[in-house]
Structures are given as C-alpha cells and as structure tokens.
C-alpha cells in the first residue's frame, strides 16, 4: 500500500500566484518523521524540512511555509509569491520508527511549473 | 562542507557490459543509502549500509546488483551484466544517527545510467 500519496502530478502557476503542495501519509507508528525534498531541472535532490510526528507546529521559512496535520494525515507545503527558480519536482517522504527511521518511502513527487 | 559525491555523473554503456558507480558520503556520516529513479517506479530504496555493513538489501532488484562498502568514506554499486532496463538515475545519500533520533538523508547529484 502507498504510504505517501501527492495527488497533484502537475501544478502550473504565474510567477507571484500563491501553491500549495498536498501530502498524505498513512503509518501505523507513532513516531514518524515526514520530509520535503526539491528536485530542481539539474536533477539533484535538495533537503526542505523534516518534521516529526510529535510536532505539529506549523513551520515558516521565508516563502515557503508547511502545514502538520495529523489529524488528516497530511504535510502540506506552500509556496508564497512563487518564482521561477522554485519550478521543479518536490518530494515528500516518511520514515518510521518499526524501520528504525532509516528508511524513506517517497511520493510519487509534484511538478511544479512556475511560468513568468 | 562538501556533500555527497558521486561518480560518474552520467554512464552510457552496452548492454551486457558491468557498470561500476561510486559514492563518497558525508565525512562523519555512518549510514549510507543507495536509490534508483525512474519514471515508471519513481524513487526507491535499493540498499542501505550502517557503519560499512549492509543492513537491508530487500530492494535490490536482482543478483546483477550488488553493494559494497570497503570503508567509512567509499561505496560501489556494480550492475554486472548491464541491461536496458536498468537505465535510470542512481542516488546515493548519507545520515547521521543522533542516540535514538534520525538525522537527515542528504542526497548526492545523482549517476544517470543508459544502458543501450
């Protein structure tokens, strides 16, 4: 069974417009961590956040912001006033404790096209 | 700090030819993880290694595959013998066991692999 699901394939937007990247999860665990990774047209996988499960506090960096919610099982990740370097494929991953944490199951990833 | 390193960037070789590629982790680092990308499968897990012992091998596609780490700083991954399908980008990506917590995986460049 999936563990992470992103719904969005593909997202297109005009640079400024406000994104919103969804992600469920579904563990058994109470303990987990959840991850966003970025994947730019260069191809490398670039680390965003880790967030674990006893945490829920909503974290902000610059323009990117993230939204815990364990009660909908989801780790969503916004983008405010978007530009065109953040067009790429973002990643979002989970690890368990029953893996000991090492390992990352990802989604399917989210294309991000950010035209000017 | 230099990050991942991985050779080489990009392969192409026949098919039935042994395909070597290598990976230096993060200085310090004691856990290192090998992934494939591809489209039809996305990012998976082949393999990962703890203080130079492979600890789970379970998604290592077949016995063409196979993973070594000689040393703390060094690791190979050898496609022997080589087919089409096994075109693809590699990734190899290292983590730091903080006591009883998961630190971040951080992901090297990438080897894109064609097999013709």
């Known amino acids: 069974a999936q563990k992470v699901t992103q719904a969005q394939t593909e997202i297109s937007v005009v640079e400024k417009e406000d994104v919103t990247l969804d992600c469920v999860y579904e563990?058994?665990?109470?303990?987990?961590?959840l991850f966003w990774y970025k994947q730019p047209p260069s191809g490398e996988l670039v680390f965003l956040i880790r967030?674990?499960?006893?945490?829920?506090q909503n974290e902000i960096s610059g323009r990117y912001s993230w939204n815990f919610q364990k009660s909908t099982s989801s780790f969503n990740f916004t983008i405010t006033a978007s530009q065109v370097v953040d067009s790429a494929v973002y990643f979002c991953?989970?690890?368990?404790?029953?893996?000991?944490?090492?390992?990352?199951?990802f989604g399917t990833g989210t294309r991000l096209l950010v035209s000017p | 700090d230099a990050g991942v390193i991985q050779s080489p960037r990009h392969e192409v070789t026949e098919m039935g030819q042994e395909v070597t590629l290598r990976c230096k982790p993060i200085?310090?680092?004691?856990?290192l993880f090998w992934y494939r990308q591809t489209m039809m499968r996305g990012l998976e897990l082949l393999i990962y290694?703890?203080?130079?012992?492979?600890?789970?091998d379970s998604g290592m596609p077949e016995d063409r595959f196979s993973a070594k780490m000689p040393n703390a700083s060094f690791s190979t991954l050898k496609i022997q013998p080589s087919e089409p399908r096994d075109s693809a980008v590699y990734f190899c990506?290292?983590?730091?066991?903080?006591?009883?917590?998961?630190?971040?995986?951080?992901f090297g460049p990438g080897t894109r692999l064609t097999v013709l």
């Open positions: 990506a290292s983590s730091e066991r903080l006591a009883w917590k998961v630190d971040t995986q951080y």
């Open positions: 563990t058994r665990d109470t303990t987990y961590y």
């Open positions: 967030r674990n499960s006893f945490d829920e």
């Open positions: 991953a989970l690890s368990e404790a029953n893996t000991g944490f090492q390992k990352l199951v």
């Open positions: 200085s310090g680092h004691d856990y």
């Open positions: 290694f703890n203080n130079n012992v492979p600890i789970d």
